[in-house]
């Protein structure tokens, strides 16, 4: 069963303190070219997934990146950073990862639709 978390920010890990949690991905992709005024910027998505005793925490992201500079941006219409827990055996996370992780590019595919031009007066 999976459990969905909206996040505004930082959230403490499910992990017991002084226990880590495992690593089992971390992966981002450019998800299209996007033009915001004269700058060109890209849309990109990341997870970074950890495991600890039977939990799988996949933590999901949106932004535009300049390409020139590196300058970060959240516009109101990419989704907004989430969490999504599942509880499932250790073997099993890297591929749920690498789904839940599909679906979010998918999702963030979607949210773009036909924004190839942006103005700075739209809410970037």
């Given at each position: 069963m999976s459990?969905?978390?909206?996040?505004?920010?930082?959230?403490p890990k499910?992990?017991?303190?002084?226990?880590?949690?495992k690593?089992?991905i971390?992966i981002s992709e450019i998800?299209?070219?996007?033009?915001v005024?004269n700058?060109?910027?890209?849309?990109?998505?990341?997870?970074?997934?950890d495991?600890?005793?039977g939990t799988?925490e996949?933590?999901?992201?949106s932004?535009?990146?300049?390409?020139?500079?590196d300058?970060?941006?959240?516009?109101?219409?990419?989704?907004?950073?989430?969490?999504?827990i599942?509880?499932?055996?250790f073997?099993?996370g890297?591929p749920?990862?690498?789904?839940?992780f599909?679906?979010w590019v998918k999702?963030?595919?979607?949210?773009i639709g036909?924004?190839?031009?942006?103005r700075r007066s739209?809410p970037?």
């Amino acid at each position: 069963m999976s459990k969905l978390i909206e996040s505004g920010g930082g959230r403490p890990k499910a992990g017991r303190p002084g226990v880590p949690m495992k690593k089992v991905i971390s992966i981002s992709e450019i998800v299209a070219p996007i033009q915001v005024e004269n700058d060109r910027y890209e849309v990109w998505a990341s997870a970074e997934a950890d495991y600890h005793e039977g939990t799988l925490e996949v933590e999901l992201d949106s932004f535009l990146r300049r390409s020139a500079d590196d300058e970060h941006l959240s516009p109101s219409w990419l989704p907004v950073k989430q969490t999504v827990i599942e509880q499932i055996d250790f073997e099993e996370g890297n591929p749920a990862a690498r789904e839940i992780f599909e679906n979010w590019v998918k999702r963030v595919r979607r949210a773009i639709g036909k924004r190839l031009v942006v103005r700075r007066s739209s809410p970037v």
